[in-house]
């Protein structure tokens, strides 16, 4: 946990980073399909939890930054200082729901309609595509878009169900708050990281 003060907002920024191995993992395409589940349109899951739900935040994302040797899983969010124990708590409560129940079939279709939609418009934008290349050769990665699209469909809701766990079970990983969180909120934190994690919090103020 890394705590930066900031008394010039009303709001905490948040977000949690886990390191996972690179793109070439077995596993890379189950990590980009759970960020997709978690944050892909309104029906997501992050926006419809936090936004809609429980009425912590305005938005929420996630995201991966990627090289050939790891990838940042990240997510991020911003809220009340006093409500950041609240938004830890939900968020990782998402997680463990995921690793709990799996992901319902329908779901994951919508996901890979979407991603469908999406692999057309990317095709079919000069900008967009040309970036998307750069990126990919920067680090390593095939720019056959056929062939990842067909990588990522072919994604099952078993394998994202063990990319959450892997994420849960992942020793160390970070949640960097930068704000003004009080102590009562600090103890919120505290206590939310230590029940899903199990183990011992190591805080450092920035």
Same mark, same amino acid.
């Given at each position: 946990l890394c705590l930066?003060?900031?008394?010039?907002?009303?709001?905490?920024?948040?977000?949690?980073?886990?390191? $996972?191995?690179?793109?070439?993992?077995?596993?890379?395409?189950?990590?980009?399909?759970?960020?997709? &589940?978690?944050?892909?349109?309104?029906?997501? #899951?992050?926006?419809?939890?936090?936004?809609?739900?429980?009425?912590?935040?305005?938005?929420?994302?996630?995201?991966?930054?990627?090289?050939?040797?790891?990838?940042?899983?990240? &997510?991020?969010?911003? $809220? #009340?200082?006093? #409500?950041?124990?609240?938004?830890?708590?939900?968020?990782?409560?998402?997680?463990?729901?995921?690793?709990?129940?799996?992901i319902p079939d329908s779901e994951l279709m919508r996901v890979k309609r979407r991603l469908s939609w999406e692999h057309l418009a990317l095709q079919d934008g000069l900008v967009s595509l040309a970036e998307w290349i750069t990126a990919r050769e920067m680090n390593g990665m095939s720019c056959d878009m056929d062939e990842r699209c067909r990588r990522l469909e072919a994604v099952t809701g078993d394998e994202i169900q063990a990319q959450a766990r892997c994420l849960l079970e992942q020793r160390p990983h970070i949640v960097a708050i930068v704000g003004n969180p009080g102590p009562k909120t600090q103890d919120e934190i505290q206590t939310a990281m230590s029940s899903y994690l199990s183990c011992q919090i190591e805080t450092t103020i920035l």
């Open positions: 930066k003060k900031h008394d010039g907002s009303t709001q905490s920024e948040v977000v949690f980073g886990f390191l $996972c191995p690179g793109m070439r993992s077995e596993g890379s395409a189950a990590l980009e399909m759970l960020v997709r &589940i978690l944050d892909d349109g309104m029906a997501s #899951r992050l926006s419809r939890r936090l936004v809609e739900e429980l009425a912590l935040v305005y938005d929420a994302d996630a995201s991966l930054s990627v090289t050939q040797e790891s990838v940042l899983f990240q &997510i991020g969010a911003s $809220c #009340r200082h006093r #409500r950041v124990g609240r938004l830890v708590s939900a968020v990782y409560d998402l997680l463990a729901e995921i690793v709990r129940d799996g």
